[in-house]
C-alpha cells in the first residue's frame, strides 16, 4: 500500500539553527514528493517537489529537501530558521498515475526566538 | 496575481440546511479539488474533476457533491450538514502535464463551516 510517514507530530528549534523536518515514503514506481507549508486559516502552500534527478532540492523561503532513494526519505531542511517558519508542514506524494496524492499526518513546526 | 479563491471564508449553516461553497481561478488549470481539512489534520480528498470529468473518492458521503460548470468555477453542496461536516473545506488546482502529474496543486485559502 502507498503511504507516507512524518514520524515527528512537532518539531522544535531555536531561531537560527539548522532544521529538518522528517518524511518518509513507501510507493511502487518512481514517487513524485512535495512538501507544502500551512499557516493558521490558511490554504497549503507549495514549497518543492522531486520528480527526477539531483537528489537535493531547493524551494521557496530558503527551504531545501534531499530525496534518498535507499532510505525511501524526504526531508525538509533549513539552514537557519526563523520564527516565521513556524506552520504546520505536510509531506506529499503523488500516487502513480492518478492526479492524487497521499499526505503525511504534519508535523507542526516550531521555532522559538 | 493568478490565484485560487474561495468564498466565503466563513460560513454558519444550520444543521440539515443546505450550504454551498465556491472556489474559482484564474490559473486556467484544468484539474480541480475539494478536500476536507479537520483539526490541524492532512487533507482528505472528497472529490476532484479532470476538466468536466467527476471523481468521486469512495468513501466521500453521499451528502457531499460537487459542480464545476465551466474551467474557472467549481462548488461543492453539503445537502443535509452534519455536526461531523464542521472543518475547513480547501479547493485546489493543477496542471495536467500530458499525463505526467508532477505540477503541484495551488490551494486556495479556504472555507471554515461552522454548524449550529
Known amino acids: 500500500a502507498q503511504s507516507v510517514a512524518q514520524p515527528e507530530d512537532q518539531v522544535n528549534v531555536a531561531e537560527g539553527n539548522p532544521l529538518t523536518v522528517k518524511c518518509t515514503y513507501s510507493?511502487?514506481?518512481?514517487?513524485?514528493l512535495f512538501w507544502y507549508v500551512q499557516y493558521p486559516n490558511r490554504g497549503l502552500q507549495f514549497l518543492l517537489k522531486?520528480?527526477?534527478?539531483?537528489?537535493l532540492v531547493k524551494g521557496s523561503y530558503g527551504f531545501e529537501a534531499e530525496f534518498n532513494k535507499s532510505q525511501t526519505s524526504f526531508h525538509l531542511k533549513k539552514p537557519s530558521a526563523l520564527v516565521s517558519d513556524s506552520a504546520l508542514y505536510f509531506c506529499?506524494?503523488?500516487?502513480?498515475?492518478?492526479?492524487?496524492?497521499?499526505f503525511g499526518t504534519g508535523t507542526r513546526l516550531k521555532v522559538l526566538a | 496575481d493568478a490565484m485560487v479563491i474561495q468564498n466565503p471564508r466563513y460560513q454558519v449553516t444550520q444543521f440539515g440546511k443546505p450550504v454551498t461553497l465556491s472556489c474559482s481561478q484564474t490559473l486556467n488549470h484544468n484539474v480541480m479539488y475539494w478536500y476536507q481539512q479537520k483539526s490541524s489534520q492532512a487533507p482528505k480528498l472528497l472529490f476532484h474533476y479532470y476538466d468536466k470529468d467527476f471523481n468521486n473518492e469512495a468513501d466521500t458521503p453521499d451528502n457531499f457533491q460537487s459542480r464545476r460548470p465551466n474551467t474557472s468555477f467549481c462548488f461543492l453542496d453539503i445537502r443535509s450538514p452534519g455536526l461531523g461536516d464542521a472543518a475547513m473545506y480547501l479547493c485546489a488546482t493543477s496542471r495536467d502535464s500530458g499525463g505526467a502529474n508532477n505540477q503541484p496543486q495551488h490551494f486556495g485559502d479556504g472555507t471554515r463551516l461552522s454548524i449550529l
Open positions: 510507493v511502487s514506481g518512481n514517487p513524485y
Open positions: 506529499a506524494v503523488i500516487v502513480p498515475g492518478t492526479y492524487k496524492y497521499i
Open positions: 522531486y520528480i527526477t534527478g539531483d537528489n
